[in-house]
């Protein structure tokens, strides 16, 4: 079923983790099409070496299904709907699925109008923003998604926890094969890269995270009991900050401290809200004369001479899509911790 | 005209200096109406604290209308219009004047659609970007602006000078008087600081720039002659090559390498680039309702405990409307080098 590689991680072949992620998800009563959404979301992480965004995930949310707290079948509503905004209520269903679903209603409207902004309330982790900005391109439109998330950063200056790693993510069609396709979180480094330092024992560089009572510090284990540190330190929290008012308090959904912990909030659902902004590239330029420019643009970074220290230079997006290329014929690389967690649970469902 | 303060700094009364502005810009032939949206853009910086954005531009402008590279009189036109998107020419006038039209333009759209985007090409300096995404939260809605500009920094991993510290604001209403407003450049710091450094001879830390060989530096000097480095590294570096993907490739206005320089181009114009969305809150929530939750979301920012090493937290923007309360009443500082470039200019032009 894997193979283990020279660092001792688990090599899966892509068809067989997408057939167990779909049917462990179906027998925990996801529809086959959610279930679908929901693999190719986490799968496309794993590919593209986003591995914190990917199956690792399948547990906690296997335990929040059960606990009730996700809801396999929702009935996601549009609670308030315009020529160009709309609003729609989650339902506590799989964000990815929630998601899309936002997604696709603002592409119509853009498609319509030329732009449109989908809000939603009552979500649940959405796996990467990548993933539906990345819908926008493939209908030649230019996606915009913010999230809110449970806290995990200070505002700049403070040592309360009240912000997410509230993600952003851009994408574009080129002319080529791959968007350009910018997700980043508003932390200064990915939480997953401190829990690493952390198994490993390893310390962490300054500027990544604090400890709880709010003093910089190097150790991992202090910073995942205490909190990260912002992009850019103001630029970042109040990057943070407003993707939470276009997420959460434009939505109707939770924001700041209120939003619910997928980890340690067993008594209640996250809340959590997403912003989707389409913009239609046909209504300003000719779709073909957009990707001869950006094509150009992109030509010029690739252009460029190399700073010290540096032997390549990357479009957003590109090394993931790389990574994907790889993984895609190779497998996908698997945490064997994380990998004997999920067939477990495969076990105690029946998958085979 | 002026008092001079202990750090050898002038202070002008807020009416003198709007004055002074107004009327040197109708002397260099720029309308009234006009006139009086570049003289609120740029002293509303100057009382905010934001000095690089404010009157000392206003001889790079006046030496740019002189050379017919800034059209005072210029016949902005919507080239492409849809119910929620518009692309206008900004014919090289004003930023600030052709901004102020596109974010209008791009509200009244959102008011009748729900939300809107409004594109801009063949634009010049528009001065701050909060200042349009600010125009938003008088009609209570959001506002997202985001602008190319003049070469000053690589793409993450190069040394060949192509992005600018391309400027993104979020502005957003609140309960109280001032609204949240995040206005940002995608550089670490804002090139301002290094100038200031240079004047002064004083080392810059490292991160702030690298110089033209592409090497990190701590002298301002070399950092002047080479490049800004970005926000937060590969972050702020594909953050600004998608605003210029928003601003510059989507518009057809000049994008990249293309750029014209304000300062150093003086055979074109800067063919710049602007994006403007707007969002009507009033699509999602009641307004009432959104307005106690942003507040209620600043209640949790502000009420939070410190963080070692500081001694206050600020919100969006907080920091600069305090600043501009004093200004409006002590007055704002203006360098006595800016001063005297200023009244020269205004001697030339005949203006008292």
Redesign the interface.
């Known amino acids: 079923m894997s193979t283990t590689n020279e660092s001792g991680v688990n090599l899966v072949p892509i068809p067989t983790a997408e057939d167990l992620c779909f049917q462990i998800l179906e027998a925990l009563g996801v529809p086959g099409r959610d279930a679908g959404i929901v693999t190719n979301s986490l799968i496309t992480a794993d590919a593209r070496g986003v591995s914190s965004h990917g199956i690792s995930r399948l547990p906690v949310y296997a335990q929040r299904l059960q606990a009730g707290l996700i809801n396999p079948t929702p009935d996601i509503k549009v609670i ?1 709907d ?6 729609l209520d989650g339902a506590n269903g799989f964000g990815h699925v929630v998601g899309a679903r936002a997604m696709s209603t603002c592409l119509a409207k ?1 498609g ?6 989908a ?1 939603v309330r009552q979500s649940t982790h959405f796996g990467t923003a990548g993933f539906f900005a990345q819908m926008a391109t493939e209908e030649d439109m ?1 996606g915009i998604v913010g999230s809110n998330g449970a806290p995990r950063m ?7 926890s ?1 912000l997410g790693t509230n993600p952003l993510a ?1 994408a ?1 069609p080129t002319g080529g094969s791959d968007p ?1 396709l ?1 997700d ?1 979180a508003t932390s ?1 480094v990915a939480l997953g890269k401190v829990i690493l330092a952390a198994k490993r024992g390893e310390p962490i560089p300054t500027g990544w995270a ?1 400890d709880i ?4 510090t190097t150790e991992a284990q202090a910073a995942l009991d205490g909190l990260m540190l912002p ?2 330190g ?3 929290s ?2 943070a ?2 993707l ?3 997420g ?5 959904a939770c ?3 209120g939003i619910g912990s997928m980890y340690r909030d067993w008594d209640r659902s996250e809340g959590l809200g997403h912003v989707f ?1 389409a ?3 046909g ?3 000719p779709i073909e ?2 990707k001869q ?2 094509d ?2 992109c030509a ?2 690739m ?6 220290g ?1 032997d ?5 997006g590109e090394l993931e899509f790389l990574k994907e290329r790889d993984h895609r014929t190779r497998g996908i690389q698997v945490d064997p911790g994380v990998w004997a967690e999920i067939t477990a649970l495969a076990g105690e469902l029946g998958v085979s």
Do not use: H
Request: glycine share 14%; net charge neutral; no cysteine.
């Open positions: 308030r315009s020529p160009s905004a709309v609003l853009a319509a109008t030329g732009a449109a902004v809000g230019i200070a505002a700049w200056g403070g040592r309360t009240l851009i574009a350009l910018l980043m200064a604090m009572e709010g003093r910089p992009l850019g103001p630029k970042g109040g990057l900050l407003m939470d008012v276009l959460g308090v434009l939505t109707g924001f700041g401290m902004i913009i239609d590239i209504r300003f330029l004369e957009f420019r950006i150009d643009l010029q970074v252009g460029s001479d190399l700073a010290q540096f390549s230079i990357y479009l957003p």
